[in-house]
């Protein structure tokens, strides 16, 4: 027997990367399979936080059926220039105008609310208050940890963070189900709530890379050894350790770095971009064409914060992996990347207080085409093992129906 699934969260096509892209594939995987669902979210502004052009001038409340989801949005305060506060009120308006629009919904037999917002828990709540409805919360990433660990909340703001976090255990606590995306974020949830925990990963279709011709992305054409950035261009990423590791380069031959992203830092990464004649930088591709992209480089690059160890499990990762092509990844040593990257033999996984560690890997690979076609074949079988987009959502999609 179908049933009628809601689902709330903020990000939805045509957000086509990060948390709209998993929400909106895990909505129509569902429709696929005989549900009906609605969503209710903002709209599209992410990660150039700014409202898309083709919706920009639409009414505050919008209506749409995007194949076969009903899609209710309501136009959220975006700030071009994303700061704490500034993020409570774009949550603020979002939660305001999506109480609205819950009295359009039809009677929900399951509410799925995805975090960030945990305010969106607690209209999950209402519902489940209402219908009686079963309440899941999906955590992508745990917001106010994470706002602490990359510095958007000061660590002086103790009193606001712990008060944060009571709100946060209450909302949780509230649910029937409550599930994250990797086994350190599944650890510190079972700390946070009593209620039942499930791990639902974020996934990949490989099968999109393997349709992948020998023709490279325009972005990455050249016959030099490309090493890439791609994805959101944020505070969760250590950018100093980047320029230093830009600066290191200057005198290696024959190389090219490509950042392809947007984000609250992009002006501050173009800038500091324009000193370095070997590197460039490129807005996000479609969806569609990033197998292309990812596949044409040479060697992966993601510098992360080492203080972020388990409120984070970047979705970009995957889709490095499935290139085929080895990654060059810091972090804390405890994260759980840094287990995945091991596990996989994919690549190189450091804790980032040596640039010139990282540049003699990337010089290594550069000079070491057998071992770096290795290492990028170990990373794609893995990650087909592991996070395949059909093994993960039919595994979801039985916990639905079977949730009572």
Known sequence: MSKNILIVGINYYPEDSAIGLY??????????????????????????WKIQDKYNKRPLFLSETINGVKVLRVKQYVPSNPSFIKRILHLLSFTLGSLINLFKTFKPDVVITIIPFTTSVFLGWLLKIRYKSKLWVHIQDFEFDAALDSGLMKKKS???????????????????VVSTISHAMLSKLKNKTRVSTYYLTNWIDVSLFSSVNNNSH??????????????????????NLFFNFLSELRGVDNIEVIVVG?????????????????????????????????SSADVHILFQKTDV???????????MMASGKPSIITGNL????????????????????????????????????????ELGAYAKTYVKEIFSKDEVLKKFKNEIENIS
């Open 23 to 48: 929400t909106t594939q895990k909505a129509e995987y569902l429709v696929e399979n005989g549900f009906e669902v609605t969503v209710i979210t903002g709209f599209p502004y992410y990660p150039q």
């Open 158 to 176: 103790n009193n606001i963070f712990k008060s944060l976090l009571w709100v946060e255990r209450k909302l949780l606590n509230k649910a029937d």
């Open 309 to 319: 160890i388990d409120t984070v499990m970047p979705s970009k990762l995957l889709g």
């Open 334 to 373: 405890k994260s759980e990347v840094a287990s995945v990257l091991k596990e996989s033999k994919g690549g190189y996984y450091l804790d980032g207080e040596s640039v010139q560690e990282i540049t003699q890997y990337v010089k290594y690979l550069k000079e070491n085409k057998e071992l770096s076609s």
């Open 218 to 239: 325009p972005y990455l054409s050249s016959e030099k050894f490309k090493i890439l950035y791609s994805g959101n261009i944020g505070a969760k990423q250590d950018w």
């Open 262 to 294: 947007e984000g609250a830092e992009k002006d501050r990464v173009v800038k500091g971009l324009k000193e370095f004649s070997f590197a460039k930088h490129f807005n996000l591709v479609p969806y569609s064409e990033l197998p292309s992209l990812l």
